[in-house]
């Protein structure tokens, strides 16, 4: 390995290890315990509606075909149960389906959709408490942060959740089987070389359906078969931890990189809300007819700019399309999951509208992306121009979710598929953290 220090060349795997199974995890700050109890909920809620998409079924269809049954619950409300690595896969797809499940700014992904899944399946079949499937979550959401955050130095280049994220999937079901440090250790080996690629701005530029976008479902898989290969004795070699240059294991345990993470109130393209929220807001401070708009101007950073599809053909399509998602925010003052349906996607009013939207590259922008991912909308009407301030998106450190509008977003994702109430009833039995995992997956039984 390029950089590599052969006198010590596991020592920042080791780091990782001595972490995943460290007692002082209980511990761990409040706010960062109050992130993992957090990430859980949304996922299960993204799962959930994600599930309800046809080419998630479609994927979930072919678990169901090729793996055997087993006691791991599918999460589309139909009471189903496949074998462990079937569920994640199915359930794994399904987190990141609608793109509304949350992320992590400086790794530029979404940790907890990769490791949910994993960790819920095995902590159902291990009898966990909320209590230690919380924790699991929290270990394995900051081992794949670290892993996100050191691929581009390993790789080069810019890659998808998928390439990163079986690190923290291997990292949470090894905390929850109780591995040894050393089986452990080649878990994380196993899921870092086998990881799949995921060149996620390929899939900005051409977006597919159901397996593409950020690679989730597949990097879930490997991080699952990496801990069975490795309790069979299989060995690994080493993890991207091991370079000379990459520190970042050493923050693990003294920095919670998961309480820097953002929750998505739209399904779609992070890139996008921030000019979603300033539609909005101009909508409700001047409240303009939007069919009277002639022009609608985003300045933007770069990535963002790659959003340009005007007319989405499938829903992962839409997801990625910034004139699209801007236009359905101005005609109708929101972006819901059913806006990605295909019979949305034929407005005819939303379609005309997205092919005025054009892009300004702000330099000033893109040197915050770092910091924030940040626009600025321009709205031109016959009679005036509307421009919005430089908008932070909802959802990000500087803009949280209340609590009320966090738990309106879970009734939005999980009420329907599983019935009213469900999502209140879900956040007060993950409030009790002795209570067993089986108390909290009975909502997705038939």
Same mark, same amino acid.
């Given at each position: 390995?390029?950089?590599? $220090?052969?006198?010590?060349?596991?020592?920042?795997?080791?780091?990782?290890?001595? #972490?995943?199974?460290?007692?002082?995890?209980?511990?761990?700050?409040?706010?960062?315990?109050?992130?993992?109890?957090?990430s859980?909920?949304?996922?299960?809620?993204?799962?959930?509606?994600?599930?309800?998409?046809?080419?998630?079924?479609?994927?979930?269809?072919?678990?169901?075909?090729?793996?055997?049954e087993?006691?791991?619950?599918v999460?589309?409300?139909?009471?189903r149960?496949?074998?462990?690595?079937?569920?994640?896969?199915a359930?794994?797809?399904?987190?990141?389906?609608?793109?509304?499940?949350?992320?992590?700014?400086?790794? $530029?992904?979404?940790?907890?959709?990769?490791?949910?899944?994993?960790a819920?399946?095995?902590?159902?079949?291990?009898?966990?408490?909320?209590?230690? @499937?919380?924790?699991?979550?929290?270990v394995g959401?900051?081992?794949? *942060?670290?892993?996100?955050?050191?691929?581009?130095?390993?790789?080069?280049?810019?890659t998808?959740?998928?390439?990163?994220?079986?690190?923290?999937?291997?990292?949470?079901?090894?905390?929850?089987?109780?591995?040894?440090?050393?089986?452990?250790?080649?878990?994380?080996?196993?899921?870092? #070389?086998n990881?799949?690629?995921?060149?996620?701005?390929?899939?900005?530029?051409?977006?597919?359906?159901?397996?593409?976008?950020?690679?989730?479902?597949?990097?879930a898989?490997?991080?699952?078969?990496? =801990?069975?290969?490795?309790?069979?004795?299989l060995?690994?070699?080493?993890?991207?931890?091991?370079?000379?240059?990459?520190?970042?294991?050493?923050?693990?345990g003294?920095?919670?990189?998961?309480?820097?993470?953002?929750?998505?109130?739209?399904?779609?393209?992070?890139?996008?809300?921030?000019?979603i929220?300033a539609?909005?807001e101009?909508?409700?401070?001047?409240? #303009?007819?939007?069919? +009277?708009?002639?022009? =609608?101007?985003?300045h933007? #950073?770069e990535?963002?700019?790659?959003?340009?599809?005007?007319?989405? +053909?499938?829903?992962?399509?839409?997801?990625?399309?910034?004139?699209?998602?801007?236009?359905?925010?101005l005609?109708?003052?929101?972006?819901?999951?059913?806006?990605? $349906?295909?019979?949305?996607?034929?407005?005819?009013?939303?379609?005309?509208?997205?092919?005025?939207?054009?892009? *300004?590259?702000?330099?000033?922008?893109?040197?915050?992306?770092?910091?924030?991912?940040?626009?600025?909308?321009?709205?031109?009407?016959?009679?005036?121009?509307?421009?919005?301030?430089?908008?932070?998106?909802r959802?990000?450190?500087?803009?949280?979710?209340?609590?009320e509008?966090?738990?309106?977003? @879970?009734?939005?994702?999980?009420?329907?598929?599983?019935?009213?109430?469900?999502?209140?009833?879900?956040?007060?039995? *993950?409030?009790?953290g002795?209570?067993?995992?089986?108390?909290?997956?009975?909502?997705?039984?038939?």
């Open positions: 390995m390029t950089g590599q $220090d052969d006198s010590d060349a596991s020592a920042g795997t080791a780091d990782a290890v001595s #972490f995943v199974l460290s007692d002082e995890v209980a511990s761990a700050p409040e706010a960062a315990i109050e992130h993992a109890e957090r859980l909920k949304d996922t299960l809620g993204a799962i959930t509606a994600g599930h309800q998409l046809e080419e998630t079924k479609q994927v979930t269809d072919y678990a169901f075909e090729t793996f055997a087993g006691e791991a619950t999460l589309d409300g139909s009471g149960k496949l074998g462990t690595e079937g569920a994640v896969l359930n794994a797809v399904a987190a990141n389906a609608l793109d509304i499940d949350e992320g992590h700014l400086g790794s $530029d992904g979404h940790p907890a959709a990769i490791v949910v899944p994993g819920v399946a095995v902590a159902e079949e291990q009898d966990s408490t909320i209590r230690e @499937l919380i924790e699991a979550t929290l959401y900051e081992v794949a *942060v670290r892993a996100g955050t050191t691929r581009p130095e390993v790789t080069g280049y810019h998808g959740t998928g390439s990163w994220g079986p690190l923290g999937t291997a990292a949470a079901v090894a905390r929850l089987r109780g591995l040894s440090p050393e089986t452990t250790s080649q878990a994380l080996a196993i899921a870092d #070389f990881a799949p690629i995921t060149p996620i701005l390929r899939s900005v530029a051409n977006p597919g359906s159901g397996l593409t976008k950020d690679g989730i479902g597949w990097g898989y490997v991080g699952i078969t990496a =801990v069975e290969m490795a309790e069979r004795g060995v690994g070699s080493g993890t991207s931890f091991d370079d000379a240059d990459v520190t970042e294991p050493t923050t693990l003294s920095e919670y990189a998961i309480t820097e993470q953002y929750y998505k109130p739209y399904p779609g393209c992070r890139w996008i809300h921030a000019g929220d539609a909005r101009l909508r409700q401070l001047y409240d #303009f007819d939007p069919a +009277e708009i002639e022009t =609608v101007r985003v933007t #950073f990535n963002a700019i790659r959003l340009a599809t005007t007319k989405p +053909e499938t829903a992962d399509a839409a997801e990625y399309s910034y004139p699209y998602e801007l236009a359905v925010a005609r109708t003052g929101n972006v819901v999951p059913t806006d990605l $349906d295909a019979s949305a996607r034929e407005d005819g009013a939303v379609l005309d509208l997205a092919e005025k939207v054009t892009f *300004v590259h702000d330099e000033d922008l893109e040197a915050r992306y770092d910091e924030a991912w940040l626009s600025q909308i321009e709205v031109e009407t016959g009679e005036r121009t509307y421009t919005s301030d430089v908008t932070y998106p959802g990000s450190e500087q803009r949280p979710l209340t609590d509008e966090f738990q309106s977003k @879970l009734r939005t994702l999980v009420d329907g598929p599983l019935g009213r109430g469900t999502a209140d009833a879900i956040t007060e039995t *993950v409030a009790d002795s209570a067993p995992v089986d108390a909290l997956l009975a909502y997705w039984s038939a």
